[in-house]
Each structure stands twice: as structure tokens, then as C-alpha cells.
């Protein structure tokens, strides 16, 4: 559902047509910025906030790790359900070219936002 009223802030920060930053005018377009800030915000990086984020930067330089991919998954499922409940993560795929680029990952995350019916999202998140 699309309004006139904004929402939320969009990422990666712009200049908006009123206001300071670009706004989102609506769930599904305010929840893709939830999750991508949530994800790319490592555990640790808000002060008041210890525990706000994922592990997916860490993760990253232990590209030798056995069930390297499954981390990811999990760590992915595990910011999502804590914060971000209205969130139900259906699937994640993760894409490395070990050889050239270890320590980077691109995650192709399928979601669904429990309070809009099929809403059936993607994102692609360049984890680097």
C-alpha cells in the first residue's frame, strides 16, 4: 500500500524531494531498507545498542570456515528474527567466487512481510 505519507528513510542516503534524506512512501519499500540497514550493520556498531545487526561482516573473514554458506543463512535468520519480526525470511542464497574475491559474498534474500498476504520480496545484498 502506497501513501502520500512517508514511512521511512531510504538507503543509501539522498537528497529527497522534501525533506533532507529520500523518504519510503510504503511497507514494502520501507521493510527492503529495514532489512538491507539491519544485515549491513554489524553487531556492535550502534552504541546502545550492542547487539542491533548481524554477523554477516565477520563472517566474511573466515571464508574457510566449514558450512561457510550455512553461517551466512543462519546469520541471516538470526538478525531477522530478533529484530525484525515482521519479517519471515523464505530463502537465502549465497554466491562467492572464492579464488578471486574470498572475503565477499553476494546473498540473494526471498522474504515476506506477515502483514501484507503473498508479498513474496527479494533482495541482493554485496557483502565486502
Not at 27 to 54: C, F, Q, W
Not at 60 to 75: C, K, N, R, T
Request: aromatic letters at 8%; one cysteine or more.
Amino acid at each position: 500500500m502506497t501513501s502520500k505519507v512517508p514511512v521511512g528513510i531510504c538507503i543509501p542516503y539522498s537528497n529527497g524531494n522534501s525533506g533532507f534524506f529520500k523518504q519510503t512512501f510504503s511497507d514494502i519499500e520501507r521493510a527492503h531498507t529495514n532489512l538491507k540497514m539491519l544485515l549491513l550493520t554489524a553487531k556492535g556498531e550502534r552504541p546502545l545498542v550492542p547487539t542491533y545487526g548481524s554477523d554477516l561482516r565477520s563472517l566474511l573473514f573466515s571464508p574457510g570456515e566449514d558450512q561457510y554458506d550455512s553461517l551466512i543463512v543462519d546469520a541471516v535468520h538470526d538478525a531477522t528474527e530478533k529484530w525484525m519480526p515482521e519479517i519471515v525470511v523464505s530463502n537465502v542464497d549465497v554466491a562467492r567466487d572464492i579464488d578471486n574475491a574470498p572475503n565477499s559474498a553476494e546473498i540473494f534474500i526471498t522474504f515476506n512481510i506477515v502483514s501484507i498476504p503473498n508479498s513474496n520480496e527479494q533482495i541482493k545484498l554485496e557483502i565486502y
